[in-house]
């Protein structure tokens, strides 16, 4: 059986593509059952890992607004 990555990814985009190739290798149909259970326990780890990375990533959109910082609001013209 082999064993699913429990290295943490170098950045989000390594993160998503590893879960890219999790989710091919699921949907193929040949995985064993436990490695079907491991590549399912760790996208589930690389989707907490990006939801993180992009929640963290959302905070740090502002905009200064003279002495005040506000969440960024694109315009709805554009």
Request: some cysteine; aromatic content about 6%; proline content about 4%.
């Amino acid at each position: 059986m082999a064993k699913v990555s429990a290295v943490a990814p170098k950045n989000f985009e390594a993160a998503m593509a590893e879960l890219d190739l999790l989710v091919e290798k699921m949907e193929s149909g040949q995985l064993p059952l436990e490695e079907s259970l491991s590549a399912y326990q760790r996208g589930a780890e690389l989707i907490k890992y990006c939801e993180k990375i992009l929640s963290d990533a959302q905070q740090r959109i502002q905009v200064l607004d003279g002495n005040t910082l506000k969440d960024f609001q694109p315009d709805a013209d554009a």
